[in-house]
């Protein structure tokens, strides 16, 4: 009779997948905050946090690093891709691509220290269950 895994055990996707999932969700839940509210806020910000976490549960422990890195690179895709796009939904509609793109770090900059933080929090936990798990 196996044992039921836990959360810390069960990331099984490759880093590939899992970035285009931490992608996929921020760009969907940017582009529906946006469609909301017409600007990038507060929905997005928890919104990230639960997908870098999302990614640091669901890689496996081969691609720990790609994950690891993830985060501040999806915020900085996923706001080039708005300014692109919408930039009155990071700065003002008259703002060039590079300073929408800076605005929006500076003002989403709290969302990526915690999810940042978090992901490189669940990481590290995952890594250490992992190493005690195969040294019983």
Do not use: K, N
Not at 39 to 53: E, H, I, K, P, S
Not at 56 to 66: K, N, Q
């Amino acid at each position: 009779m196996s044992e039921a895994r836990t959360l810390w055990e069960e990331g099984h996707e490759p880093g590939r997948q899992v970035v285009a999932l931490g992608l996929a969700l921020a760009l969907t839940v940017v582009v529906l905050d946006v469609a909301v509210s017409g600007r990038v806020g507060l929905v997005f910000d928890v919104a990230f946090v639960g997908v870098c976490l999302t990614v640091a549960v669901l890689v496996r422990s081969e691609d720990f690093f790609t994950a690891g890195v993830l985060p501040p690179l999806v915020m900085l895709a996923t706001f080039v891709l708005v300014a692109l796009w919408h930039p009155g939904a990071l700065a003002s509609s008259d703002t060039g691509l590079v300073a929408s793109v800076a605005s929006g770090l500076a003002h989403h900059a709290v969302a990526l220290g915690i999810g940042y933080a978090g992901c490189l929090l669940c990481l590290a936990i995952r890594d250490q269950f992992g190493r005690s798990q195969r040294r019983v």
